[in-house]
T-cell receptor, first 112, second 112 residues
Framework: QQQVKQSPQSLIVQKGGIPIINCAYE??????FPWYQQFPGKGPALLIA?????SEKKEGRFTISFNKSAKQFSLHIMDSQPGDSATYFC???????????FGEGTQLTVNP | KAGVTQTPRYLIKTRGQQVTLSCSPI?????VSWYQQTPGQGLQFLFE???????NKGNFPGRFSGRQFSNSRSEMNVSTLELGDSALYLC???????????FGQGTRLTVV
């Protein structure tokens, strides 16, 4: 049972573009939503995370937008660079535990 | 500060064998979680340990087990290996329960 749905599966943008990756969830017990970046042969690296009490969070070129009523959240990458080419995963965690439920992943390619 | 260290990085085993994977968390972190990553199923939670106790378990058969030592290092064991167990096994460490999770580079297990 996939509790976090992520789209698109793949995304290609030009350098300087703003890729947007979307995630949706059903479980209202989720209260922590991180995004991870994974390069081939590496483990996922924590990029940025948000809790439902805020609608937006920015860290450097990465921004999370959160819509609690729609149960959706998204990652925006400003001024994207070829070095941002990686697989991005959204995730969610319940209040009561530490288990992360991951989306399916989005393979991002930023062309020079 | 050293990151999460997983050993070995690569492993090839034969069907029916058993395997033990090791994880050393970030210094001072007390929670360790394990995840399985495959192209078909994505990232799936296996189990979490805190203070040498299993706190949470995912939907995996009993062939998958783990433990945590007093120094927070963790091991996971898979017995009677099946071809479908071929995957990247990731360990994540957190300072405490319900805090940010940082992943290691993973152990790539191939079952032949």
């Amino acid at each position: 049972q996939q509790q976090v749905k992520q789209s698109p599966q793949s995304l290609i943008v030009q350098k300087g573009g703003i890729p947007i990756i979307n995630c949706a969830y059903e479980n209202t017990a989720f209260d922590y939503f991180p995004w991870y970046q994974q390069f081939p042969g590496k483990g996922p690296a924590l990029l940025i995370a948000i809790r439902p009490d805020v609608s937006e969070k920015k860290e450097g070129r990465f921004t999370i937008s959160f819509n609690k009523s729609a149960k959706q959240f998204s990652l925006h990458i400003m001024d994207s660079q070829p070095g941002d080419s990686a697989t991005y995963f959204c995730a969610a965690r319940e209040t009561s535990g530490s288990r992360l439920t991951f989306g399916e992943g989005t393979q991002l390619t930023v062309n020079p | 500060k050293a990151g999460v260290t997983q050993t070995p990085r690569y492993l090839i085993k034969t069907r029916g064998q058993q395997v033990t994977l090791s994880c050393s968390p970030i210094s001072g972190h007390r929670s360790v979680s394990w995840y399985q990553q495959t192209p078909g199923q994505g990232l799936q939670f296996l189990f979490e340990y805190f203070s040498e106790t299993q706190r949470n378990k995912g939907n995996f058969p009993g062939r998958f087990s783990g433990r945590q030592f007093s120094n927070s290092r963790s091991e996971m064991n898979v017995s009677t290996l099946e071809l479908g167990d071929s995957a990247l096994y990731l360990c994540a460490s957190s300072p405490l329960l319900n805090t940010e999770a940082f992943f290691g580079q993973g152990t790539r297990l191939t079952v032949v």
